[in-house]
């Protein structure tokens, strides 16, 4: 019997949401292999990413030797780079589906248009105040994380991996990656949800409610700090520049692409390539669930899984009273 979708929402995807297969019992091999599948081809966020890093590594990004001595010139154009990335794939992204509309209302979860105005907003509207803190404080402190780690990895403080070394690790670290992300955002959450931490720096991602591609990065700089911190494992764990890049423009890019607000990019009348998560777009709406992703269940294992149904609905705002004390 089909599960009743939530009321209030443009579009829903299949209800209800599912984590992923290699966390469901009994284990079946084949959605195991699918999930995979689906997660980097044909075409996927992580795969573009991927793609990306090997360009910035090849033909934007400073020699090794060259970042063993901080300066200027190759701090700058760094910062160039990655300011020129974020402002490609957000403003392509708002552009395309809000300025455009190209894809009408196809897929859109929030019925409701990105608010123009609002006094919660530092520069009076979601868009305006979300570029701001995205290309000002977003941009610049993943920048540093950068310059800090070519910094460390040319003076030999981080350890090193080279292709000729262990080429299997090498390729692997491209799939743990985002798994890392996944344990590693969960945990960050939760601890900017204390309510201390809430009020003082994660508010101002709550600001948006409703999301659009520059909401991701949109961030106080102190939860950027943390938020990016992801990738001083580093420091213990050997990774190649080429894995540092992809590390970050991980965090940086799909912060916006999952914050589309639509579920997918549609080309002939199909959704080729999967964006904004109704998984993540239901904590933007309810607050207080859906904290992690689908690729590690630390949400169900706690209580606090929104799986897009009403009957979860129900759990969530029952929680939601015990929380607050109704």
């Not at 859109?108 to 979601?126: S, V």
């Not at 204390?194 to 909401?215: C, T």
Request: with cysteine; charged share 15%; net charge positive.
């Amino acid at each position: 019997m089909p599960e009743t979708p939530l009321k209030g929402w443009n579009h829903t995807p299949a209800v209800p949401l599912e984590v992923s297969p290699f966390f469901q019992w009994p284990l079946r091999p084949m959605r195991m292999l699918a999930w995979v599948w689906q997660s980097w081809f044909l075409i996927s966020e992580r795969l573009i990413v991927v793609g990306i890093a090997c360009v910035s590594f090849y033909w934007f990004q400073p020699p090794l030797e060259v970042t063993r001595t901080l300066g200027f010139d190759w701090i700058a154009q760094m910062f160039v780079r990655n300011l020129a990335l974020m402002t490609f794939v957000a403003g392509g992204l708002h552009l395309y589906f809000y300025t455009f509309t190209q894809q009408g209302q196809r897929l859109k979860y929030d019925p409701r248009p990105l608010m123009k105005n609002g006094k919660q907003f530092t520069l009076g509207g979601q868009i305006r105040d979300n570029m701001f803190w995205t290309l000002a404080s977003g941009v610049t402190i993943w920048t540093a994380y950068e310059v800090l780690m070519f910094w460390a990895m040319a003076n030999g403080y981080a350890p090193m991996l080279t292709w000729a070394a262990n080429p299997v690790w090498f390729v692997a670290l491209f799939v743990v990656i985002p798994i890392w992300e996944s344990f590693y955002f969960y945990w960050i959450h939760r601890f900017l949800h204390i309510p201390f931490f809430y009020k003082h720096v994660h508010a101002l991602h709550h600001r948006n409610i409703n999301v659009g591609p520059w909401s991701g990065l949109s961030m106080h700089p102190v939860e950027h700090v943390i938020f990016l911190g992801s990738v001083l494992v580093h420091w213990v764990v050997a990774a190649h520049p080429i894995h540092i890049l992809y590390h970050l423009q991980y965090y940086t890019l799909t912060a916006a692409t999952t914050h589309t607000g639509f579920e997918g990019l549609i080309v002939k009348d199909e959704n080729r390539l999967k964006l904004g998560t109704f998984h993540h777009q239901m904590h933007h709406r309810y607050f207080e669930c859906n904290y992690g992703s689908l690729e590690l269940p630390w949400d169900k294992w706690f209580g606090s899984f929104h799986d897009g149904t009403q009957a979860a609905d129900a759990k969530i705002k029952e929680r939601r009273k015990r929380m607050t004390g109704g």
